[in-house]
């Protein structure tokens, strides 16, 4: 499988890595390169450090997919017209979208979205951002309107906290554990209304009244659950794992190669970024005699050494990283697209690098 391949094929990239590796700049190389070939692609992210907006150039940036812009486009001489489109996710937005498109009716739905214990749960529990994509994706995919996705995930110790979120809801809404929390009528229930009677705490109030209504959404939620871990390992999704060419990166590419196996979930490409590469004929024989002409031309016993000792070790850096490499590709399936790209003379912050950038991606 190649980078074009996959990039032709599947519906749903989903870019994974620690950080500092330049996932959000290759995300939106993977969606540039399939917008060029003509598929409405879409690039979505959930890191709310804005660092897509940054790579491409844009000063303001927040909210829903929209196309970028048409000078911005143009300055990189692309095609003004090119379908895709950039946003970055909203979770609370996401999490109200979802209550007003499941609730049974527009009353339920902003007795809900106005529940203050709900307002809080929605931005700041475990897990809320992480399953509010998820739900995006689906949505997304549902609407027809992409022919590719591309999913930027946030930098994490644990990259795949947001697939582990679905499980988490997953467990919440098992029968005894969900029958338990909103039922009105459970011990739970009761309790919270004691408590209410002992405190006279509003929150209390929220909580109750939130149960009461939450609990009309539970098929909802467990009928969105499944539908998520469908698409998660449909044959239209895979996870594209981005390293660094240094030992920790690519130890750090490992562990995910294999929580996403344990998983179960598709890898579908790895890529290293911010490779040292050196011309074809770069050794120590070609170093000597460019050298011994520089001296020849009258260049200074200081400059000679110096240019020297920079190209040896130019060498040494590109030849471990490039045997680094090789030990860990060793490791992937036969059908893993892989594809090494060159470190950038400068940040990648505007279209024309992010271009740049995807050139590199399939031409590797």
Partial sequence: MSLRQLLAERSLLICVGSGGVGKTSLAAALGLSAARSGRRGAVLTIDPARALGRALGIESFE??????????????????????????????????????????????????????????????????????????????????????????????????????????????????????????????????????????????????????????LLGALQDRSQQISTLLAARGTAFVIVTGPEPEALQGASALNRELDELQLPLGAVIQNRVHSLPERADEAAVAEAIARLRAAGGSSDVCGWLSETCRDALALARSESARWERFQSGLSREVARSRVQELEHDVRSVGDVMELAKRLVSS
């Fill in 63 to 216: 909210g829903e997919l929209r196309p970028l812009d048409a000078k911005l486009l143009t300055e990189a001489d692309l095609p003004a017209d090119l379908p895709l489109q950039i946003g970055m996710l909203r979770p609370a937005h996401a999490w109200d979208e979802f209550v007003r498109r499941h609730a049974t009716t527009p009353e339920l739905a902003e007795s809900i979205v106005n529940n203050p214990f709900y307002r809080q749960l929605s931005r700041t529990f475990a897990g809320a951002t992480e399953y509010a994509a998820l739900e995006e994706l689906c949505r997304l995919r549902e609407s027809g309107s992409y022919d590719l996705i591309v999913l930027d995930t946030p930098p994490a110790a644990h990259a795949l906290d947001f697939v582990r979120a679905r499980r988490r809801l997953e467990a919440l809404l098992r029968p005894e554990v969900a029958g338990v929390l909103f039922n009105p009528r459970s011990v739970a229930g009761q309790l919270v209304r004691r408590l209410q009677r002992a405190t006279g705490k509003e929150t209390l109030q929220s909580v109750a009244a939130l149960g009461a209504a939450f609990g009309q």
